[in-house]
């Protein structure tokens, strides 16, 4: 084997030049002359693909012009677009009109605008009277073809019309203001062009993800997490509420048919020993018979309708904290310096900062301090296990890399750190109670006490004690009262999820968090212990419906302040009240200035237009929910307005 790899052979190969040069090679060279031209091949063909990247996007953006461009199509669809615009051009109304007699819709848009279901991408710059590329005239936006057409694929103009999504009066074919539904008696305009997707919502109310509507899918996003369903109802949020309304009453309304079932399947039993024949003890004894049948059905469809209930309430949220338990987790002295400006504490929070708190003076200032009072007064009176200090580097680790800062943030202004979703944690130490965070971390949705919806009130040890039974609480084998058998809320109605962290991983957690910051100088703050205080903070919570985003005792079963909002944008015009800027409305003034006293040009592209319309009022009042209160003498309606800066 040796003297045949040292035994040389003849080998032709080409030099640099391409000419073949005979060279005489042993093994070992001619391995390495193999692995030396292996290595250079992947070189060049590397090389090769990187210098065929940019020609072969340059080829795949001109196969998609030749496309799309009509002087690039086929001879036979070159003569079939001109004769269908030239020969058989079709110039009556019938012709270009949309009858849909299943859903009643006649619609004649395409009458002037020709151009939308065209296959080739038509601007109307391309059909500008002095050539393509130069400015367009009015008529230029007759030939405009749709910018989607992936979405005339889904709604197909000859099922659903145009007027269905877009708005305006399908019908009218007389004069733009008209057909576009401008006329100030018609109830559906079109909607403006940024507004477009507004008319998915007509049908894809209860689709949270919108295919194709980037902006609406973003509004809703929106509504869902700067706090918007505490106070008002819409469709496809928070369906877990109305559920289990339904849940609970079709319960009480069969308990009551049980009731009422047993008391006459009683009185037929009762009946039946006085009969005066055998046919009549048979049918009455039937029929109770039927009735207790009938009450064993009942029975087991308020099983089903309890283990409903039972995982409707593991899916309701709050959009705020749970308030029962202020005492066991803030520092008293804290309450009252939040409840005056929630912004100044913590910017961009969900929590509004109510005027009357923060500008009303003296009044205002009671106000403040009987909501703090009812508050403190009215949560659990307790205290969490003592919990000694943890390890506050490990902690830090923990915190940015177990997903925390998915949701939560760190640091302020440029510094800061994390997502929006959810509490800014930089100074959490000003506020809470470190025993409190720990448990918190642990375990977001342990619950302080159990609450029992039937009695209204939360349970305590000495109700399970009454029945003999443990003071255990949660989703599986401890869920129902003691008292009455009813499905308990278990758990705190947080979004936070239980990370399933070590008592020790949470302790250290904790501990980084109260590192960041510290208490400030506390204030006197013995008002919160006035029970009359609390009284008059009593009416005030329920004025201001804190109750829609917090859970507060003696308000479990409050419901929003707020008009539902699923059908606000259809509201007619005469019923949505612009008070005192009805005429700046008409004029077109702009009225909304900015946290530095400039105005707030809302249209800054259009002079003076008129905004006495829908979008007009609600662009308006998102940025100023107070402006349609400022016509009212009312004094519950004007303490009930709120500066929603947040939502700005």
């Known amino acids: 084997m040796k003297s045949k790899q040292a035994e040389k052979v003849t080998v032709?190969?080409?030099?640099?030049?391409?000419?073949?040069?005979?060279?005489?090679?042993?093994?070992?060279?001619?391995?390495?002359?193999?692995?030396?031209?292996?290595?250079?091949?992947?070189?060049?063909?590397?090389?090769?693909?990187?210098?065929?990247?940019?020609?072969?996007?340059?080829?795949?953006?001109?196969?998609?012009?030749?496309?799309?461009?009509?002087?690039?199509?086929?001879k036979k669809s070159i003569?079939?677009?001109?004769?269908?615009?030239?020969?058989?051009?079709?110039?009556?109304?019938?012709?270009?009109?949309?009858n849909v007699m299943e859903y009643k819709i006649v619609?004649?848009?395409?009458?002037?605008?020709?151009?939308?279901?065209?296959?080739?991408?038509?601007?109307?710059?391309?059909?500008?009277?002095?050539?393509?590329?130069?400015?367009p005239d009015e008529l230029a936006q007759a030939f405009v073809s749709h910018p989607r057409k992936e979405l005339l694929?889904?709604?197909?103009?000859?099922?659903?019309?145009?007027?269905?999504?877009?708005?305006g009066n399908g019908r009218a074919t007389t004069s733009v203001v008209k057909a576009h539904g401008e006329n100030p008696f018609w109830l559906h305009p079109l909607f403006p062009k940024e507004n477009t997707e507004a008319g998915c919502q007509m049908c894809h109310a209860n689709d949270r993800v919108t295919q194709g509507a980037d902006t609406l899918n973003l509004a809703k996003d929106l509504f869902y997490q700067r706090g918007c369903v505490g106070c008002h109802r819409m469709e496809a949020f928070d369906r877990e509420a109305d559920a289990l309304t339904n849940a609970r009453q079709q319960i009480s309304q069969l308990q009551e048919q049980i009731v009422a079932n047993d008391r006459q399947s009683r009185l037929s039993t009762e009946a039946s020993a006085n009969a005066s024949n055998d046919a009549d003890v048979q049918k009455l004894l039937a029929d109770a018979e039927s009735l207790r049948i009938q009450n064993s059905l009942l029975a087991a469809r308020i099983d089903e309708l309890s283990l409903q209930t039972r995982y409707l309430q593991q899916d309701q949220k709050k959009v705020g904290p749970n308030l029962k338990d202020v005492r066991l987790?803030?520092?008293?002295?804290?309450?009252?310096?939040?409840?005056?400006?929630?912004?100044?504490?913590?910017?961009?929070?969900?929590?509004?900062?109510f005027w009357r708190f923060h500008v009303d003076g003296q009044e205002g200032e009671k106000d403040l301090k009987g909501v703090a009072a009812y508050l403190w007064q009215n949560s659990f009176d307790g205290k969490v296990p003592a919990q000694s200090k943890g390890d506050q580097t490990h902690g830090k680790e923990l915190f940015e890399t177990r997903g925390c800062l998915?949701?939560?943030?760190?640091?302020?202004?440029?510094?800061?750190?994390?997502?929006?979703?959810?509490?800014?944690?930089?100074?959490?130490?000003?506020?809470?109670?470190?025993?409190?965070?720990?448990?918190?971390?642990?375990?977001?949705?342990?619950?302080?006490?159990?609450?029992?919806?039937?009695?209204?009130?939360?349970?305590?040890?000495?109700?399970?004690?009454?029945?003999?039974?443990?003071?255990?609480?949660?989703?599986?084998?401890?869920?129902?009262?003691?008292?009455?058998?009813?499905e308990l809320q278990v758990q705190n109605m947080t979004v936070m999820p239980n990370l399933r962290l070590s008592e020790q991983d949470s302790r250290d957690i904790a501990t980084y968090l109260f590192s960041l910051s510290a208490p400030p100088a506390s204030e006197d703050v013995s008002y919160m212990d006035d029970p009359q205080l609390a009284e008059d903070g009593k009416a005030e919570i329920k004025?201001?419906?804190?109750?829609?985003?917090?859970?507060?005792?003696?308000?479990?079963?409050?419901?929003?302040?707020?008009?539902?909002?699923?059908?606000?944008?259809?509201?007619?015009?005469?019923?949505?009240?612009?008070?005192?800027l009805t005429q700046d409305a008409e004029y077109g003034r702009e009225v909304i200035k900015d946290a530095d006293g400039k105005t707030v040009k809302l249209h800054p592209?259009?002079?003076?237009?008129?905004?006495?319309?829908?979008?007009?009022?609600?662009?308006?009042?998102?940025?100023?929910?107070?402006?349609?209160?400022?016509?009212?003498?009312?004094?519950?309606?004007?303490?009930?307005?709120?500066?929603c800066r947040s939502l700005s």
């Open 153 to 167: 694929q889904i709604h197909k103009p000859d099922k659903f019309g145009c007027a269905a999504c877009h708005g």
């Open 543 to 580: 004025q201001y419906g804190c109750a829609g985003c917090h859970e507060i005792k003696g308000f479990e079963e409050e419901q929003r302040i707020g008009k539902e909002l699923t059908t606000e944008g259809s509201t007619p015009l005469e019923r949505l009240d612009f008070a005192l």
């Open 79 to 98: 003569e079939d677009l001109i004769k269908k615009n030239e020969d058989d051009f079709d110039y009556t109304i019938l012709g270009h009109q949309v």
């Open 605 to 643: 592209k259009e002079k003076e237009k008129e905004w006495y319309n829908h979008r007009g009022f609600l662009s308006t009042s998102w940025l100023t929910p107070e402006f349609t209160i400022a016509e009212s003498s009312n004094t519950s309606i004007r303490r009930n307005a709120c500066a």
């Open 329 to 353: 987790k803030l520092r008293k002295e804290w309450v009252p310096l939040w409840l005056r400006d929630p912004q100044a504490f913590r910017p961009g929070t969900k929590m509004p900062t």
């Open 406 to 486: 998915a949701c939560h943030s760190i640091g302020e202004d440029t510094s800061k750190l994390g997502g929006t979703f959810a509490a800014n944690l930089s100074r959490v130490a000003e506020k809470s109670n470190y025993d409190y965070i720990v448990r918190w971390i642990y375990n977001p949705r342990e619950r302080w006490a159990p609450y029992c919806p039937k009695e209204h009130r939360d349970l305590t040890p000495e109700d399970y004690a009454k029945h003999n039974r443990p003071y255990l609480f949660d989703n599986e084998l401890h869920s129902t009262c003691p008292n009455d058998g009813a």
């Open 12 to 74: 032709d190969l080409p030099d640099d030049t391409g000419k073949i040069s005979r060279q005489r090679m042993d093994y070992q060279q001619l391995g390495k002359t193999f692995n030396d031209l292996r290595e250079e091949k992947a070189k060049v063909q590397g090389e090769k693909a990187e210098l065929l990247k940019e020609p072969s996007e340059l080829a795949k953006k001109r196969d998609e012009y030749l496309k799309n461009h009509v002087s690039l199509l086929p």
């Open 107 to 135: 619609d004649r848009c395409e009458i002037c605008h020709l151009g939308t279901r065209e296959p080739l991408p038509i601007k109307a710059s391309d059909m500008a009277p002095n050539g393509p590329g130069r400015k």
